[in-house]
């Protein structure tokens, strides 16, 4: 007998033993998996402070009602994540309610909700997989009444919603990819799409565009980027460089190519730039915008003065310098928002590998409103398809904006990545 109960306890071990590996290995793939969902949804650029540890949280972001500071979500018993269960960890990703309560909308959990549930389950794999790091959460810089937590279940339940992502079935499989990597694990509307006084996205103007930490993030719908004369290879370059032949991306977006799409694989980018461009099939490309500048024209002096050494006399642009001016995007738009927030901002030098970088472009505050609006119409009408009628009182409104967030003159310097 006793043999025999020795016996079934060795084969209750052998089981377990066996239950024990194989579950190791499909954790393994899990991990793999969400070590790649996180990198799609771009999750280390918001919870890593400047010269932080990955994933400990401490990033400041300035909004309307004060600075809110990104969590540690590394697995840290006591300052991050490491007593969430799964399901608390999905409530987190879901829902907006994590074990403070619930959660600023800054976490883009009205995106996260249309995350399929194997996907949820890989991310949480990872994240439990990391080095836990303690580090105590910054107490955020809110302003009453928006410090009491309880206040946003009430916006939840007004404009957030559990729901699921559902695939058209009038587009292919591709087309449908690009659509979740997008809307649900890259967020993009998160930043793309304008909100109304309520902070709600205003899903009537999806990807539209909206400003945010003083630039636009751009309106990239099919038509607009269509109008522009992108096509997907050039936003493939666009996100895997950070430049192509339309301009560089600066700003917080110069962080999401970094760390985020930059390291998509192949048939993910394909995915993405067939959604954003609504085509699987390859957009014509148009011609380079490339006439020769008026030097009668008002704005002529300062271009050659101020812009030419970098962009060049004729726009052209200087490799491993300064992109060019024909054709390029921040322009070559109806918003003139970004063109006045780079020449009071300035850009910081930037590399993102050894064949692609640029150097810093300083601050041009200098510059009086009359001046800048000029400027703005000499590479317009040269270099672009948009009329030039910026005016002055346009420029000074967002001059305005900038100098009251404290924000003109301090984006020139070094991209830290």
């Not at 280390?44 to 540890?53: L, Q």
Request: proline share 5%.
């Amino acid at each position: 007998m006793k043999n025999i109960k020795t016996l079934f306890v060795w084969l209750a071990f052998l089981l377990l033993a066996a239950q024990f590996s194989q579950a190791q290995t499909a954790s393994q793939e899990q991990i793999e998996k969400g070590k790649y969902l996180a990198v799609a949804g771009d999750c280390i650029a918001c919870h890593t402070a400047p010269e932080g540890m990955p994933f400990a949280g401490g990033l400041p972001m300035h909004t309307p009602f004060g600075v809110l500071y990104s969590t540690n979500i590394t697995p840290d018993k006591n300052t991050g994540i490491g007593k969430y269960s799964y399901e608390l960890f999905r409530q987190t990703m879901h829902e907006g309610k994590g074990s403070a309560g619930h959660l600023y909308p800054a976490m883009p959990y009205t995106s996260y909700t249309l995350l399929t549930e194997e996907d949820t389950q890989a991310l949480y794999a990872y994240f439990m997989s990391l080095p836990a790091v303690m580090q105590v959460n910054r107490d955020n810089e809110i302003a009453f009444p928006f410090n009491l937590r309880f206040g946003l279940g009430f916006w939840k339940a007004l404009f957030a919603e559990d729901t699921s992502f559902e695939k058209d079935p009038d587009k292919s499989v591709n087309w449908n990819r690009g659509n979740y990597l997008v809307n649900a694990l890259g967020h993009c509307g998160e930043c793309h799409t304008p909100r109304n006084f309520t902070m709600e996205l205003d899903l009537t103007r999806p990807m539209q565009g909206n400003v945010i930490a003083g630039f636009e993030a751009s309106d990239i719908t099919p038509g607009r980027l269509i109008a522009q004369g992108w096509t997907k290879p050039e936003l493939a370059s666009l996100f895997k460089n950070g430049y192509s032949d339309k301009g560089t991306v600066f700003g917080e977006m110069s962080m999401v190519v970094y760390h985020s799409l930059s390291r998509l694989n192949e048939s993910d980018m394909n995915a993405v730039t067939s959604y954003l461009l609504d085509s699987d099939k390859p957009v014509e490309a148009k011609p380079i915008i490339a006439r020769t500048p008026d030097k009668k024209a008002a704005g002529h002096n300062t271009y050659v003065n101020m812009c030419s050494g970098c962009h060049g006399l004729e726009g052209q642009g200087k490799p491993k310098i300064a992109p060019a001016m024909q054709s390029n995007a921040t322009i070559n738009r109806p918003s003139l928002y970004n063109s006045v927030a780079v020449l009071l901002r300035g850009i910081p030098s930037q590399k993102y590998n050894a064949t692609t970088a640029f150097y810093a472009m300083d601050s041009f505050e200098e510059l009086s409103n009359q001046e800048m609006a000029d400027l703005i119409n000499y590479m317009r009408k040269a270099w672009t398809d948009e009329s030039p009628n910026v005016t002055a009182d346009q420029v000074s409104r967002i001059r305005d904006e900038l100098e009251g967030d404290g924000l003109i003159g301090v984006g020139s310097g070094h991209a830290e990545f």
